[in-house]
């Protein structure tokens, strides 16, 4: 690539193409010289390029494309040197290499150059540091209990999908919820119907009497399931059998993980308890406090978004239409924003809209009243139901308010009667 005509600037350029260990570096300095190398993640080539910067003078803009985690502690250590950070969006930088070069080849070195061409332009975007935003901690705590999740799903899926076809399949009726640790006690106690059926019924029910939930009739359910063990299509496994004790195995892990699940619901509630943030997203129907920590830890502070449309944009709620001559798309979800914050609103618009008495509830049923089996509606409403969380989310935050229940169809041109709004909590 041959150099542009180099114009003089008031800053100097730093383009940083990052890796996992080794980082593509090309600096322009106001007077328009070069400087081309490769950093490692380390360190010493981090003090290295900050004492290269300051020796430079004057103010210097620095940009990278986020990949990873790998970018975060270069981008924390050079913003803790008075540098200016930005990031450069994967895709635009992929496009703008494209039409620069007009070939689809890459390397470290021409990406730098690509980043410092967008740098030079503007077309970067805000880098905000988590540690030096203080939601560092909620963002470590938000994706452990992600991490959590899904390996207790796997186990899970397991447990549901592997062993319980094998060793005690009548069980699955009792599997009714994802909450439900008595079942999971009992299994580890009874975990085939040989276990239950070396017991009389009477010694099985004084047996697993402590193991069964307290809201059902025990004695009713130990007899059913103690009659239904008679007569399994499970394996023939021994009591003592290896293949049980792996079973058992599969048990306590899910137990274990279950557990540690609700350590992390306990720790985000004491860390939480008292933000003002934090209690008025609960406030809002469909969010719990998981949901709730989710949305600040990837959010930040939602107050530097200065409209809910630059919120909507930063979630990936924005719409977006190829166009080109007579050819008209459609309008649809860029999804370019942050995933996690949209699952997080869209799991949210799911409970709302199951819940009575919302403004969610009553947009949900206006969206889908045309045709209320139609599933592709049904989507297109939840998508909607989760632009409407967000943007709603959003105000509550910016005002420091609680929810308020069709706050905004009680006025005079609303499509819900006064007197349904009247009773709704100020």
Known sequence: MADTTHVKSDCHWVAIDVARYWNAVLIETTSGERHRFKMANSAEDFDRLIEFLHGLGGRCHAALEPTGDYHRPIAHRLLQADVEVSGVSSVAQARYREAMFNSRDKNDPKD?????????????????????????????????????????????????????????????????????EWWVRFMIEFPTPAHVRQLACDQFVQAAWDLVGRKVNKRARLTEIWQLAGHSAALPHATDSLAVETFRMTLRHYQHITELREEIDAKAESVLCGNPDYENLKSLPGIG?????????????????????????????????????????REQLSKRGNARLRLAFW???????????????????????????????????????????????????????PYRRFFEQSLPSGSIPLSRAVGAPS
């Open 289 to 329: 406090p998981v949901i709730a920590l989710t949305i600040l830890a990837e959010a930040g502070d939602v107050r530097r978004f200065r409209h809910h449309r630059q919120f909507l944009k930063y979630c990936g709620f924005d719409l977006a239409k190829n166009q080109s001559g007579v050819y008209r798309g």
């Open 112 to 180: 730098a150059g690509v980043i410092l061409e967008m740098l030079k332009q503007g077309r970067v975007q805000t880098y905000v540091d988590p540690m030096l935003a203080g939601n560092h901690d909620l963002q470590e705590l938000s994706k452990t209990y992600y991490q959590v999740s899904r390996a207790r799903t796997r186990v899970q899926h397991s447990i549901i999908n592997h062993h319980l076809p094998l060793y005690f399949p009548e069980m699955h009726r009792y599997w009714v919820a994802s909450r439900n």
């Open 347 to 401: 799991l949210a618009g799911q409970v709302a809209v199951r819940i009575r008495e919302n403004s969610f509830r009553e947009k949900y049923d206006r969206y889908i009243s045309a045709n209320p089996k139609d599933a592709d509606l049904k989507r297109k409403a939840l998508t909607a139901i989760a632009a409407k969380m967000a943007r709603v989310a959003y105000g509550m935050i910016k005002k420091n308010q």
